[in-house]
């Protein structure tokens, strides 16, 4: 897959892809006068909520059938987005995948627990991602750093299987070129896991984990 | 690269949802009926199916396709009719108009009335100048708008039409005035007559004064979709979300590739899910999305939604043994080799997927199979060693003896009687068992005994695999296997009527099985002229040789086995019995074996059993003994036995 294709883009090209283009800011001066209205916060999941949680799967075969939203929940822009994607990406179309990565950016809120994050498609059914581990949790004890690197490994695992009809995720997180954790997270596993009761060094190395770290 | 990706997009996997016409889309038959009396009718009641959700047909508010409940559903058709003050009434909620408010408030302006939170309050009885009837009547009467109340739920507002009070009385004939003074209004798509529609469980739920005769009233039925309204919510498109896209995605290209196999699925899928409403199949169809359903296995989610969690035997039956089954029956059926093949392959066939795969209808029974030859070859029982093997449990046979069902009215019996007769609550006897347990082998004993009229419906069975009984449910057999025993071709009618032996002891199997087949091939085709039964059976017709010497040897000898083991283990009665007695024994009942396994089995009862017990309660030997038997006084009448208790052993 080509370098480009995994570049993280901003949040304010995603919302205006998909929602639209924002409203003007005002006039420097014209703020100047009022109180400061809150148009928008950033929201990053905390270290201990980030593998209980993860985006919502997108219903890919209800997006083919449907011009219009059928749960109710999904905003009708976002959703007609889907509906054009979603003969390509049910094809298991690999460029259809990237457009669908540029346009979601299912890592973004990942920002602050790693550099970067790097995704690949071996195949329809697999990816892999590769995510450069953040200095900030890599310098503590070993076992806290394996519960973080298996942490983001499992969110950012679930939350490309929410958004790609993919079976498995191999998840490798690094640092400085080498590997710290490599591990495959499989579809039909995590399909029966209670994601609130598990520890995520725990489940990693059930699943065939090896750490490094 | 865009433009490429869209042209992807609209390949011929999917093709864009095509707009449809009205004349084109399937409209189903109450929808027209709506269409049509809605212009001349100010009175409609709709009846039946009420609660469900019904996919919307035509081009208008609603995407056409999408499963919208009932008043949404009038909602968008009486709003794309022409009507522009639609309202909901309840007696619990009074008027309300979820979809568009604005539509209420124009409909209290129009009645005078005010609308409060999205709702007009008013009860259904009552004298006040505001309860629902009065305001329904103003609206039907006046010309600016035309205007369209529908009371949900009407079912409810009186407790029963025998037990209505004077106020009950009062409100319906109310609701008859203002249908009688209806008016009609110009709207953009036309004239339009106010419409007053009722939404009914049942029509006996209202007086029955309020309908019947009244030439204001119609009524229309809703029934569950029909075939084509279910085979079209599985087609297209709509298809794709029954399952998980990761589902989807991988299973895909193979029906891609073969899509008769997928039509083939359809059709399947269709067939089992008749009687089912709309949203019974759309919750089919969410469960089949969470479960992550293969899209092969699509007809096992309509078993999981009709039984819950079961596990199917088929799915779980183990290779291993059925690999060693020939053995396993051997032990239970002796001297009968060429038959347990033939029998054997046939299961092997339905394990394996393969039955059927040169017919249409995927949802024929597993298995059939008919059993001939002689009496007590051991037909019955390979039926219930199978029972066995398939399910775990001999239970899993379920039996009918033909010879009870001799009548022209017995399919009755078997399918339930019609309504109106007596047994109608009581189901059918076959049809109540498939529903209870669909994994079962059926044996329908001496099928010849049966009346011809038996042989239709099973004619019906054995090609369609399902079967309407008499309280139109229908019961699948596709999980089962059939088997037909007969004694057909063992004996034949000379020039005089008269039975004569068609085959004997003295022939080999090869000229028995070929004689057998002959006699039920000339019973169908020639004696009862329904040679298409036979076709239906196919090559299935398994012939049961007769019980030799050496078979007979082995039954005997697994019988009292069986006789000492049990006493062992009941009683701790240990028996010998000497080589000279069984000797004796052995020539008493290898006699003769004309009738077969089960004549041995009489003679081991009338030689051993019954004088064994004789003895034992004369001796009263009871319990923790050993007896040896050594010789049978068979002159004596009754048979005796000459037993005596070994001495060490011998009970107080």
Known sequence: ?213 | MRLLLFCAIISPMEPCKKKVTHMEALVPKWHRELELFSTVKPLLILEGNVLDQYRYPVTGSIPIDELAPLPKYLHGFLSDSGYDAVTFYSNLMGFMNPFAPACLDHYARLTGVKAEGGVIPAEFKGNKADTAPNIIRRAMSQRQSATATVLELASHYIVTPERMDQQDVNSFNLLLQAALSAATVRTPQGRRQNLLILLVNKLNDLPAWFYLNNPLCKTIRLEAPDREERKRLISGSAFATFFDSTVYRTDMPFYEAHPEELERLREKFVGLTEGLTFTELDAMRRLSKQERTPIRDLCQVVDLYKYGIRENPWATLSMDSLRHAREDFEKRIKGQGAALERTLDVVKRAVTGMNGLSSSSTAKPKGVLFFAGPTGTGKTETAKALAEKLFGDESACIRFDMSEYGQSHSDQKLMGAPPGYVGYEAGGQLTNAVKKNPFAILLFDEIEKAHPSILDKFLQILEDGRLTDGQGHTVYFSETIIIFTSNLGIYVKDEFGRRQPNVTMDMDYNEVESRVRGAIDEYFKLELGRPEILNRIGENVVVFDFIRREAGEAILRAQVDKIVRRMEEQKRIHIDITDDAYSTLREAALRDLSNGGRGIGNQVESLLINPLSRWLFDHEVLADAQVVLEGFDLAARPPCVCCRLKEEDCHA
């Open chain 1, 1 to 213: 897959m080509p370098e480009q294709n995994t570049r993280p883009r901003a949040l304010s090209d995603i919302v205006n892809d998909l929602w639209g283009t924002p409203a003007s800011p005002e006039p420097a001066a014209a703020v100047a006068q009022h109180t400061p209205k809150k148009v928008y916060q950033s929201t990053f999941p905390p270290f201990e909520q980030l593998w209980k949680t993860a985006d919502e799967t997108v219903d890919w075969t209800d997006a083919l059938a449907s011009a219009s939203p059928t749960d109710g929940l999904t905003s009708p822009r976002l959703w007609s987005f889907f509906h054009e994607h979603a003969g390509a990406v049910l094809k298991g179309d690999l460029n259809a995948y990237v457009e669908v990565l540029h346009a979601a950016n299912p890592l973004g809120d990942l920002a602050p627990y790693a550099v970067s994050f790097d995704v690949e498609a071996e195949s329809a059914d697999r990816l892999r991602v590769t995510f450069e581990g953040s200095p900030a949790y890599l310098g503590a004890a070993e076992k806290e750093v394996r519960r973080y690197l298996a942490g983001v490994a499992l969110r950012a695992a679930r939350d490309l299987m929410a958004l790609l009809p993919v079976r498995a995720v191999l998840a490798e997180g690094v640092s400085q070129g080498k590997t710290l954790l490599s591990v495959e997270f499989d579809r039909d596993e995590l399909q029966k896991v209670r994601f609130s009761f598990i520890d995520p060094e725990t489940f990693a190395v059930a699943c065939g984990g090896v750490f490094s770290a």
